[in-house]
Structure formats: C-alpha cells, structure tokens
C-alpha cells in the first residue's frame, strides 16, 4: 500500500523553472518504480518520464520533455522529484506521480502500468 501526495505545483511564466515532490508512505518506497504524467483540459493523459526501482540509475522520458526535464529519487525520504526547467505554455497541465511495481521498465511509460496514483499538482505557464 502507498500513498503518494504531490506539491510544488505553481503559476510561472515560460521560462522559469519549478520542482515537483512526490513523498510516498509505507516502507517499500525503493522497490518501486516511479513515474510522472500530466493532463491538459479536454486531452488524454500524457506520459512525462519514469524513474526505476532501487537506485534510479535508470530514467526515460517523453520526447517533448527530454533535455528540460530531470526525474530523480531520494529513498532516504521516500520522494521522488521533477525538476521542470524552460518552461513552455505547453507544459500547462495538472501533474501526477504514479508508483508501480513491475519489473518491465518499458511498460512505465504506460499510465494503465501503475498501482498508485497521486492527486496531483497544478501547474500552469504563461507566456
């Protein structure tokens, strides 16, 4: 069982940076891995990146993020971060973190992979 709460959320404009946490319960935190989407009004929900289990020497990404965006994992405190650097208006949308305990690391770019969702964290980017 986890429980995952999101903050960091926030109204910037494009070109700023934010940070997201996630901080998870339970004591299994490092054996899942861990991963981010975000939702835009009227559009389907869109993969961001993933972390895997353990030490997190693993992480991928969606291709209209890659190179702004940084997923790491503190296990000591049981969070996971998105550091979210140039931000575009098209970055607008309510972010999730999700954990999931599969062991096929290319299935975390799959929302319906996931056990565990977060309610998520606003953000929105002006131009």
């Known amino acids: 069982q986890v429980q995952l709460v999101e903050s960091g959320g926030g109204l910037v404009q494009a070109g700023d940076s934010l940070r997201l946490s996630c901080e998870a319960s339970?004591?299994?935190?490092?054996?899942?891995?861990m991963g981010w989407f975000r939702q835009a009004p009227g559009k389907e929900r869109e993969f961001v990146g993933f972390?895997?289990?353990?030490?997190?020497?693993?992480?991928d990404y969606a291709e209209s993020v890659k190179g702004r965006f940084i997923i790491s994992r503190d296990n000591a405190k049981n969070t996971v971060y998105l550091q979210m650097n140039s931000l575009k208006p098209e970055d607008t949308a309510g972010y999730y973190c999700a954990a999931s305990q599969t062991t096929v690391l290319r299935l975390l770019r799959v929302s319906g992979t996931y056990e565990y969702w977060g309610q998520g964290t606003q953000v929105t980017v002006s131009s």
């Open positions: 972390i895997n289990w353990g030490s997190g020497d693993t992480t």
């Open positions: 339970g004591r299994t935190f490092r054996w899942y891995s």
